[in-house]
């Protein structure tokens, strides 16, 4: 289970409450595998990132989030997980906004690189190491185009920011395979994906659902946020 980003920071709610762990908490419960970080969750500042990452039971990332004073990412870069027999790596991108100047609270400043000038020297690397490679975008569908055209060791991007409801489609015969969910968690999507023995997706299916009334609500999630209320 995946998330492509903004979903640590918010102006009302639980979250907002909580500087974020609330989000934390839910998707800890909901077994997640990774995250990447959005342009908003940076809003939260570097100290509380860090703790909020400490709190997950899941991956935190983004390759292009960079704590300036040091030059190293504030997150992981990727992760490598196994499934089914196969290595999956998982890059995290986040959209290109401006430098966050330190606050009395937080002096950490973070800068956000350039996505595809660093996806361009991390795929090759996380390749080498990962039968599959899951793009994890947080910087909207079409830059998640240009990457699929212009990277080809990306096989999935599942991507957010630009708030498209996009069931899996490839673009481009042997591209990568793009999907996004919409946004405010108001849909789910699902990819299936069909490997040959070097890792290749040569076949894929999927939807992105509306999470209507007619899904019930999970009863330890509501009490959990009933909690925090």
Known sequence: MLDAGNALYATQGPVQKTN???????MNMMSYDAITLGDQDLILGAAALRQ????????????????ASTGQPLALPYVIKEAKGHRIGIIGLTRLSTPLAPNPSDPTTLRVDDPLETIKRYAPEVAEQADVVILLSHVGLPL???????????DIIIGGQSRNVLAPIRENEGGAVLAQ????????????ARLDAQGQVVSFGGETVALTEEYGDDPEMTQFVASIK
């Open 20 to 26: 974020g762990q609330a989000a934390i908490t839910a």
């Open 52 to 67: 909020r990452m400490a709190e997950a039971t899941f991956a935190v990332l983004s390759a292009n989030v960079i704590d």
């Open 144 to 154: 998640d185009q240009t990457i699929a055209a212009e990277v080809p060791e990306i």
């Open 181 to 192: 969910a919409g946004y405010r968690g108001e849909w789910i999507g699902t990819l299936t």
